[in-house]
């Protein structure tokens, strides 16, 4: 794995208007994981490793990429450092009959920090605050943990770093995350109770092709999970 020469803490950049960017970009949203599965709030954590749906998402992936984008295509690999990216990247590459060590990591892609909610079982927070899921089905940001507006920056100022890189990119990241990213590319207007853009939930496993500001799905995967 070779670590991104871009790493580093996300910068203030404005989201309002999106910069524009060189090739297209396919945002996927890794499978499965046990911390899923179990109904915990997953979080940045390291390594939640895939379950077997996981595993079966990342597959259909796979195909479903190699059917648009043909055998080994010119593509940039990018995931997000945790394990649970990096596996659902793995299986794609074995389709994509691409090379894994050839992939880009950035701490800027990870999932959102939830603080010390972080691990805990939706249930026992549920029993302590109320509800943590907001309307559109968004997590609600925990009070030590991070706000969808310093989201924005931090995937914002991935986006500005590599809007002149050539060429076409696959992206595998996670669901809060890559929604607030999916935001800021196409320019989504800033949601008055999260304080930044967010595009719409799609289930794990999904892929979304920004091209030009716009998005599309050609991929819409199997998995479920409440973020």
Request: proline fraction near 7%; include cysteine; aromatic fraction near 4%.
């Amino acid at each position: 794995m070779i670590p991104s020469q871009r790493q580093g803490e996300a910068d203030a950049r404005s989201t309002d208007t999106p910069t524009p960017r060189k090739g297209r970009d396919f945002v996927a949203r890794h499978g499965e994981t046990v911390f899923n599965a179990a109904h915990r709030l997953q979080g940045d954590a390291a390594h939640t490793p895939l379950t077997r749906a996981g595993f079966a998402q990342a597959d259909e992936l796979g195909r479903a990429l190699r059917e648009l984008l043909g055998v080994k295509p010119a593509l940039t690999l990018w995931a997000s450092p945790t394990g649970r990216a990096l596996q659902t990247l793995a299986v794609i590459c074995e389709h994509l009959e691409l090379d894994w060590h050839d992939a880009r990591t950035d701490p800027r892609l990870v999932e959102i920090d939830m603080g010390s909610w972080g691990g805990r079982y939706y249930a026992d927070v549920i029993d302590e605050v109320g509800p943590v899921m907001l309307p559109g089905g968004a997590l609600k940001p925990s009070p030590d943990g991070e706000t969808y507006a310093e989201i924005a920056a931090r995937v914002g100022g991935w986006l500005a770093d590599t809007a002149e890189d050539p060429g076409d990119r696959l992206v595998i990241m996670h669901g809060i995350s890559s929604r607030v990213m999916l935001g800021v590319m196409t320019g989504a207007a800033v949601d008055p109770l999260l304080g930044a853009p967010v595009a719409k939930g799609l289930p794990q496993g999904s892929v979304t092709l920004v091209e030009n500001g716009r998005a599309t799905v050609p991929h819409l995967g199997t998995g479920f999970a409440p973020a």
